[in-house]
């Protein structure tokens, strides 16, 4: 076994689907460990956060953008 300089995240399926497809874009992942964990590049932290809210902001649902 080799030793792997990461940052563990734990994410839902859901979650770790949408990191799948951001890290097709701009590789971040370092190992794909399970349905719930990865491990990313710890100089890639903050902007998976960042891609990662963006993205969840996309999907979020808002009251104030279906009132006419």
Known sequence: MRAIKGVL?????AVKQILLTLNEKEAFIVEDLDETHVIIAPDKVERVRQALASELEKNAFSLEANVP
């Open 9 to 13: 995240l734990t994410c839902d399926s």
